[in-house]
């Protein structure tokens, strides 16, 4: 199902071409109708809900980034992940304003939280599926008792 799927995006990338296609896939996007609906209800910019909305694909790159950075442990990949987060609500809610920042962050829980919790996304051709690498659990420390 999953390369059927993938074969139809190309298609349809084809012959819409890169732009068209990824105006596409957002407008049919459940989260982004939310931010939509948010976004107009607050008075706010069409082109501002999609560079908000667009957040997500630089989270996905930074968070597979960290993910797989061999230079760091994992208590340190999960600090950096944490920071992404945080970093990216505070960049939607100075986009969008208090309330209706806080108001994606909610429709946005899935994503973000993932990565919160010391996880790397990526989302799927179609823009919804959400795929998750969570860090393994840190072993506890233990005292040599010798």
Known sequence: MRAALEQIATQLKAALGEQ?????????????QQ???????????????IRTFNLRDSVSQESNRIYNDTT?????????LLLLAQNTKTQIVSALGQTAGEAYIQAATRWL????RGGAITFGVDGSSLNTKSLPRSAPSTAASH
Do not use: H, P, W
């Not at 990824?22 to 049919?28: E, L, T």
């Open 72 to 80: 760091m442990n994992g208590d340190q990949k999960r600090s950096a």
């Open 113 to 116: 939280g993932a990565v919160e």
């Open 20 to 32: 068209r296609y990824a105006d596409y896939v957002r407008s049919s996007n459940n989260e982004f």
């Open 35 to 49: 931010l939509s609906r948010i976004a107009q209800g607050a008075n706010i910019d069409n082109d501002t809900a």
